[in-house]
């Protein structure tokens, strides 16, 4: 066991989630009390919301608004102006509504005549027909008479993107609520953008975070300080935390870690990243932390760390002396002591049953596998340990940690954040949890495989299941067996149909832009789309652009995809996505904006029995794919 003598401070950068704590630090801090650490974490990210996003961060803003002449003010920031004094008044109870602590004030809100209304109230006209049933209310065909609570909670969602929107537009032109700053770390290969972002003046956003982050400081004393970043988005904030920490504190250790630096940080050399961290790891944290707690203790050397960058005589050095990983079966159990859980908001940006889920809810986050047992699709990346290293847990372990987890939180809403879950694994679980009688309500992703019998989608639903994601990618058969997914069209039809005919609402990850896809195959895949939704064997979807990585079989061998690779400039510093030359020659930009719009109406039942060729500009073959397609499959189940 590692000696308890050193403190340790895991942090949440800004920005990942506002719903739910981000499950990194929840990890580590629950695996390093399990080994004796006194381990504690901090959510900046949602502090940061909560600190801009209340009165006096209004009053900030507006500090900052009063600093730029009229005339360069946009139509949203000169209408945040004019109704300032409302803002004002609205803003501390709509955040406490969202939170949940003050659910009255949904009554004021749905009356359209509380909160001020900008430019994001605009898409609710989407949905007004005067001749619909529900006399033109725009908002009615989705919460009906009743279901006011969802009803406000979108109202106050849109609120707070018109917010947002004035403070990217007049104080920080890099805020976003999840995707912060994302340009500065993605697939860049040098630090340079990043370097000069960090020595320029600071914005109200980051002297609020170095605020945020002097106090977290001054208050648990660490001397090891860990920062998870798991996307770009999180990147410029994490530095900046570190930044603020070293200013104050250089012999207070900083070491950066997450899933940012697993997939695009594998190759670092750029020296200044240790101006800011003293140590970069890669992969699982168990590991590599545990070694460096003994490295810091001067029990190990710093030739015997484990997957960590570091810095010596002005050179980047990768150092991994080879030890076996801490085994899933005993990382620990995730703890969230220590994380605001009553203070997160639950937000409803998107109407759709299904889609709601990623933001509204305080989900505890759980694993049920390590890696994928599949790890054979071609876009995936495949190479790398978070997907090639599949373990697993028995299902009394996992549900000992569910019932851990409940009665921490007091919370019994779960997601599984698998890359796919092993459907043996959650067959073991559901039975598990019913042996035990433990009432939860969970959802995760999976792989849509036929070991999905309608008997096992009911027996999940019995243990809690109330939603799965998938991947369907693109809908082709062509295509699917290029990716090595291992499904078919018509057998992800005869799967969703068995979750939805239990009760569980189905999610679609799609695809568009793989190599060789044609004009052809994108009109058939959206056909395939439809007729899924149509036949309610979905609900919802979402449609992303395919991005070669070099860590994926793609990236590898892109012979074999009939795609050249464009070779990538010098890389010091980022390194993942890479682009391609696509014999095909198809505008996947004017493609995937038809599909995005078809997919936003079929998620709202609107033109689920038009002709999908409405949906593209300019002239479009016709679909190859018979109209009946997927109910003749669905038949001959």
């Known amino acids: 066991m590692v000696s308890s003598s050193l403190r340790v401070l895991s942090l949440i950068p800004p920005m990942t989630q506002l719903n739910t704590p981000y ?27 909560l600190r801009l996003f209340s009165a006096e961060g209004l009053q900030a803003i507006r500090e900052r608004i009063d600093a730029i ?7 949203q920031v000169h209408g945040f102006v004019e109704q300032f004094e409302r803002y004002l008044a609205t803003i501390s109870p709509t955040m406490a509504f969202l939170q949940g602590r003050d659910s009255t004030v ?4 749905c009356s359209r005549h509380f909160l001020p209304e900008g430019a994001r109230f605009a898409s609710l006209e989407v949905y007004v027909d005067p001749d ?16 006011q609570q969802d009803r406000a909670r979108h109202l106050a969602t849109l609120y707070l993107n018109d917010i947002s929107d004035v403070l990217r537009e007049a104080v920080d032109a890099r805020f976003e609520f999840v995707r912060y700053a994302e340009s500065l770390a993605m697939s860049q290969p040098t630090f340079e953008p990043l370097a000069k972002a960090l020595a320029a003046k600071p914005s109200l956003v980051d002297d609020t975070l170095q605020a945020l982050t002097l106090d977290a400081i001054e208050r648990h004393q660490p001397e090891l300080v860990l920062l998870s970043v798991p996307f770009p988005g999180s990147v410029y904030a994490a530095f900046r935390i570190a930044q603020t920490i070293k200013a104050r504190w250089p012999n207070i250790k900083t070491a950066l870690g997450g899933g940012f630096v697993n997939t695009e940080l594998r190759e670092l050399k750029e020296p200044r990243v240790f101006d800011y961290f003293d140590f970069v790891t890669l992969d699982d944290g168990e590991k590599p932390i545990l070694a460096l707690l003994e490295h810091l203790q001067g029990q190990r050397s710093t030739s015997r760390l484990v997957r960590t960058f570091v810095r010596e005589e002005g050179q980047v050095r990768y150092v991994n002396l080879m030890e076996a990983d801490i085994p899933f079966e005993e990382v620990g159990t995730p703890t969230w002591d220590g994380l605001p859980i009553e203070r997160y908001l639950s937000l409803l940006d998107m109407l759709n049953p299904m889609h709601r889920l990623w933001s509204d809810g305080r989900w505890n986050k759980l694993t049920v596998a390590h890696g994928c047992y599949w790890k054979k699709c071609s876009f ?8 090639s290293r599949y373990e697993t847990a028995s299902a009394a372990t996992l549900v000992d940690r569910i019932e851990a987890i409940i ?30 009688n433990v009432s939860i309500s969970w959802w995760g992703n999976i792989r ?66 793989f190599p060789t896809q044609t004009v052809q195959d994108t009109v058939d895949a959206l056909e395939y789309v439809r007729q899924l939704f149509d036949n309610g064997c979905i609900q919802s979807g979402f449609f992303h652009r395919f991005a070669c990585t070099v860590h994926s079989p793609v990236g590898q061998n ?29 505008d996947h930009d004017a493609m995937g904006e038809a599909l995005n719009k078809a997919l936003y109406n079929y998620m709202h039942g609107i033109a689920l029995d038009e002709d999908v060729r409405r949906w593209f500009y300019g002239r479009v073959p016709r679909p190859r794919v018979p109209r009946n397609f997927i109910e003749r499959a669905l038949a001959a189940r």
């Open 448 to 513: 849509f495989e036929k070991s999905f019998t309608p008997e096992l989608c009911q027996l999940l639903a019995e243990s809690g299941c109330i939603a799965i994601s998938g991947g369907l990618e693109v809908a082709s058969d062509r295509l699917l067996k290029l990716m090595k997914k291992g499904v078919s069209v018509e057998q992800v039809a005869r799967v969703t149909q068995g979750f939805t005919e239990a009760g569980i609402l189905v999610h679609a990850y799609l695809m568009y832009g």
């Open 407 to 436: 009665a921490e939180t007091g919370q019994t809403g779960f997601h599984f954040v698998d890359e796919a879950a092993p459907p043996k694994m959650l067959r073991a679980l559901a039975e598990e949890l019913l042996r035990r």
């Open 380 to 387: 995936c990346d495949v190479t790398l340990d978070y997907i």
């Open 132 to 147: 619909d049933p529900y006399g033109g209310d725009p908002l009615a065909w989705a919460f009906g008479a009743l279901g």
């Open 69 to 75: 002449p009229p005339k360069k003010r946009s139509a």
């Open 106 to 109: 949904s009554h004021r809100i």
């Open 558 to 586: 892109p012979e074999e995809y009939g795609v050249q690779l464009v070779p990538l400039p010098e890389v010091s510093f980022a390194k993942n996505d890479v682009g391609f030359i696509d014999p095909t020659g198809v």
């Open 23 to 49: 499950p990194s630090t929840a990890y580590i801090t629950g695996f390093l009390r399990s080994r004796g650490v006194p381990a504690v974490q901090e959510d900046l990210a949602l502090a940061l919301v």
